[in-house]
Nanobody
């Protein structure tokens, strides 16, 4: 069973940057598709970005496109989310996700995710 562990969350001022990391461990430590979701207080979990196994293809939610960059290093079993130009509305718990049987596009639906990390809190102050 693959386990996902996020790190890198924290408090940052609006306009600042943070980088989240997600390390995969266990069997099949490089699931085919991986991605990031987030959940703000009182809101549903929403898709942020996804990346193919090779890392050559990525897909972003409109709300973060142009500001966030997803990447992965399969040699290190690690995925990243570089977040720039952060806004207060980016405040949420960010979850690393892996999907064995989905594509980058079908992964946008949380029910298609097979494995979740425990979450990393990101707070953006105004």
């Amino acid at each position: 069973q693959v386990q996902l562990v996020e790190s890198g969350g924290g408090l940052v001022q609006a306009g600042g940057s943070l980088r989240l990391s997600c390390v995969a461990s266990g069997r099949a430590s490089s699931p085919s598709v991986m991605g990031w979701f987030r959940q703000a207080p009182g809101k549903e979990r929403e898709f942020v970005a996804s990346i193919s196994w090779s890392g050559s293809s990525t897909f972003y939610a409109d709300s973060v496109n142009g500001r966030f960059t997803i990447s992965r290093d399969n040699a290190k079993n690690t995925m990243y989310l570089q977040m720039n130009s952060l806004k207060p509305e980016d405040t949420a718990i960010y979850y690393c996700a892996a999907a064995v049987g989905s594509t980058m596009w079908t992964m946008v639906v949380p029910r298609n995710v097979d494995i979740w990390g425990q979450g990393a809190r990101v707070t953006v102050s105004s």
